[in-house]
């Protein structure tokens, strides 16, 4: 069983940074894929990024590549999403996730088992 908090989220102007973080509990953390997905008003939950278990794998949505940065602790039971050059359109509730011990880098949401409540991003043009 793993849970996670996200924190980090507030308010913005365009081209400002944030850090989000996924603090989670659990002893096996540090084996959990995780990920982190966004959904704004009126649409539907995507993708963000994600990281394999050892750090050493990491994936991003085309529209946050190279803006977006994931990396976690593991002694810190902690992972991180740095945001840069943020856009209006980056506005969203950021929910990070944890899929399955040892488990694949997914862009999948259903693949993800367990989830945090989220935090708010907005960004202001």
């Known amino acids: 069983q793993v849970q996670l908090v996200e924190s980090g989220g507030g308010s913005v102007q365009a081209g400002d940074s944030l850090r989000l973080s996924c603090a989670a509990s659990g002893r096996t953390f540090s084996t959990y894929t995780i990920g982190w997905f966004r959904q704004a008003p009126g649409k539907e939950r995507e993708f963000v990024s994600t990281i394999n278990w050892s750090g050493g794998s990491t994936r991003y949505a085309d529209s946050v590549k190279g803006r977006f940065t994931i990396f976690r602790d593991n002694a810190k039971n902690t992972v991180y999403l740095q945001m840069s050059s943020l856009k209006s359109e980056d506005t969203a509730v950021y929910y990070c996730?944890?899929?399955?011990?040892?488990?694949?880098?997914?862009?999948?949401?259903?693949?993800?088992?367990?989830w945090g409540q989220g935090t708010q991003v907005t960004v202001s043009s």
């Open positions: 996730a944890a899929s399955r011990p040892f488990g694949p880098s997914t862009t999948t949401a259903a693949q993800y088992n367990y």
